[in-house]
């Protein structure tokens, strides 16, 4: 069974790091991409970040580009998400989801499945 499981959430203050980790099972990990979105309440979901585990390319959303970081552990067939300088509008749930062996182009979710459970960020003083 393909999973995704995602963890690192929780209460930071503006300015603050958190690590997000999405643990990956059931599948070649080498052969996927992984994105992460996320989605504010009454907003759309929005790409934040995607890895090409074969070759290692990348894509990010403008909203956090220079905040935030993707890196990948194929060892532990996780990928992670590191945002610095958080603001108080990244709060959202935060999901992983499985791509084709490519980044899709703008995030296209209809090429996403399957998808995390999310892990709530929280950005607030």
């Known amino acids: 069974e393909v999973q995704l499981v995602e963890s690192g959430g929780g209460l930071v203050q503006p300015g603050g790091s958190l690590r997000l980790s999405c643990a990956t099972s059931?599948?070649?990990?080498?052969?996927?991409?992984i994105g992460w979105f996320r989605q504010a309440p009454g907003k759309k979901r929005e790409g934040v970040f995607c890895?090409?585990?074969?070759?290692?390319?990348?894509d990010y959303g403008n909203s956090v580009k220079g905040r935030f970081t993707i890196s990948s552990d194929s060892a532990m067939n996780t990928v992670y998400l590191q945002m610095n300088s958080l603001k108080p509008e990244d709060t959202a749930v935060y999901y992983c989801?499985?791509?084709?062996?490519?980044?899709?182009?703008?995030?296209?979710?209809?090429?996403?499945?399957?998808w995390g459970q999310g892990t709530q960020v929280t950005v607030s003083s």
């Open positions: 989801a499985r791509a084709t062996i490519l980044c899709p182009p703008d995030f296209n979710v209809a090429h996403f499945a399957p």
């Open positions: 059931g599948f070649p990990f080498d052969d996927y991409a």
């Open positions: 890895i090409s585990n074969s070759d290692g390319h990348t």
